[in-house]
């Protein structure tokens, strides 16, 4: 019997189904310029945490033409493979050439995990320039057919103690990447996950049945939406 202490916190989810790629485009653009203003009306700056992979790239591509105030931005990345900096498979690559090349958000406040170093060396480097990050306002989540989340892979339990840990084996390739740990991930004010496509319905499925996959071990205090388009729920 686990003790209050020990209890595990369990994720609070909010789901919301899009009826096009456009409106869970525009949805989350909202959305985070919405949240850009709380936290720089608040705080006087607002940190959020990129998602790689495919599918926010259309978001990424209404943020370069939108109106924000971007020099209180900061940018982190919740994981990339471990590539050279300039691989078109580099999820910060992606987010440059999509959107941050064209925005004026400081460039010494977009912080690329350095992935090229390898995932041991890169993994330690980026925990250190999270060491100085406080509490997230912002994380932005994609979710693999497996119902992995930033590279948090099923049957891969990761250091928790960390903030940004190595990865060896990932079933997506490349084997070796880095990763927030879903401790950090869990430490932030808001969770946005993208789910878009029939690909992702055995993960939803497995997801909102209460079987244990990556994607519901992210616990934030204010809980996690879920936008969806293309999967039923
Ligand atoms: C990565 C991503 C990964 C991605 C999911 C969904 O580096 O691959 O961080 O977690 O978000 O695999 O990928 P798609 O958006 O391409 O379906």
């Not at 985070?32 to 591509?61: C, Q």
């Not at 103690?161 to 990763?179: C, G, H």
């Not at 939803?204 to 996690?224: D, H, S, Y």
């Amino acid at each position: 019997m686990q003790n209050r202490n020990q209890e595990k916190s369990k994720q609070i989810s909010r789901w919301h189904d899009f009826k096009t790629q456009d409106a869970i485009n525009h949805a989350t653009l909202n959305r985070i310029l919405a949240a850009a203003d709380e936290a720089i009306a608040a705080r006087g700056h607002f940190s959020i945490v990129l998602a790689g992979g495919g599918t926010p790239k259309s978001v990424y591509a209404l943020l370069k033409d939108a109106k924000a105030n971007w020099a209180h931005w900061h940018v982190y990345h919740n994981d990339d493979r471990c590539l050279p900096v300039d691989d078109s498979e580099r999820n910060s690559l992606m987010a440059r050439t999509t959107w941050l090349n064209h925005v004026e958000i400081p460039a010494s406040q977009i912080h690329d995990i350095p992935a090229e170093l390898g995932n041991i060396e890169g993994a330690k480097a980026y925990s250190n320039i999270l060491a100085g990050a406080p509490e997230f306002d912002l994380v932005l989540l994609g979710l693999g057919e497996d119902g992995h989340t930033a590279s948090l892979f099923p049957n891969q339990p990761v250091d928790n103690s960390a903030d940004a840990v190595p990865v060896f084996n990932a079933p997506k390739p490349p084997a070796d990447r880095i990763t927030l740990s879903q401790q950090r991930l869990s430490n932030t004010r808001e969770v946005i996950f993208l789910v878009t496509g029939a690909g992702k319905q055995d993960a939803v499925n497995n997801w909102r049945n209460g079987i244990a996959i990556p994607a519901n071990l992210i616990t934030p205090k204010n809980g996690v939406d879920v936008y969806c388009f293309g999967v039923n729920f």
